[in-house]
């Protein structure tokens, strides 16, 4: 009886995250998230590539005043402050804190929580329209990250030869959707962050 119990209940939260994640989180290749811009799509999506590139590979740490220390060979790719964490996706927020992510580790430093998981660990990643959840190795509940605004960029953006448009600046948005994207690459093992 108690496994009939423990069964509905996990069906029951499974047809809840699966109408909270959507269609779109079944794919693992990342469209940008609409934007004002007269770019066209192929160049904003270039350039949102390129920039992720730069994350992943760790050229742009400098610019994130992480206090989390690296092991040798880590870098750091990003780090987001004022992210929220719930062990329910519509429920009251658990904590507060950062949100890290390395190319060996993935962070979370609250007020009450401190969550540190090796990518490895990492089972399954799925976006949301307010964040992202995981699931990992060893953990029974899914984990939900909300509120990623804390990070965003302003990319300068000048056309390549052949395009015809005026030099603009395009705002990368950190979205569930690009915390995935990111995660999906350093998970990757033939990735190339060097």
């Known amino acids: 009886m108690?496994?009939?119990l423990l069964a509905g209940g996990l069906w029951g939260?499974?047809?809840l995250f699966k109408q909270w994640r959507g269609p779109s989180s079944q794919s693992t290749s990342f469209t940008p998230p609409p934007l004002e811009t007269d770019l066209p799509s192929a160049v904003v999506a270039r350039e949102y590539a390129s920039f992720r590139q730069r994350l992943l590979s760790g050229e742009l740490a400098e610019h994130f005043p992480s206090s989390l220390f690296l092991q040798p060979g880590e870098k750091l790719v990003v780090d987001v402050p004022g992210v929220t964490f719930s062990e329910f996706e519509a429920g009251e927020a658990m904590?507060?804190?950062t949100l890290t992510l390395t190319t060996q580790?993935?962070?979370f430093r609250g007020e009450r929580r401190a969550i540190e998981v090796p990518l490895t660990a990492l089972n399954s990643v799925e976006a949301g329209?307010?964040?992202?959840?995981?699931?990992r190795a060893g953990q029974s509940t899914v984990e939900y990250?909300?509120?990623l605004h804390g990070f965003t960029a302003t990319l300068t953006i000048t056309p390549e030869p052949g395009e015809a448009f005026a030099p603009q600046a395009l705002e990368y948005i950190f979205t569930g959707e690009e915390a995935k994207a990111l995660l999906a690459a350093l998970r990757s093992p033939?990735?190339?962050r060097t």
């Open 105 to 107: 580790r993935f962070a």
């Open 145 to 147: 990250f909300l509120g």
């Open 13 to 15: 939260l499974w047809v």
């Open 129 to 135: 329209p307010e964040g992202f959840s995981i699931s």
């Open 2 to 4: 108690e496994f009939l």
């Open 190 to 192: 033939s990735a190339d």
């Open 95 to 97: 904590d507060r804190g």
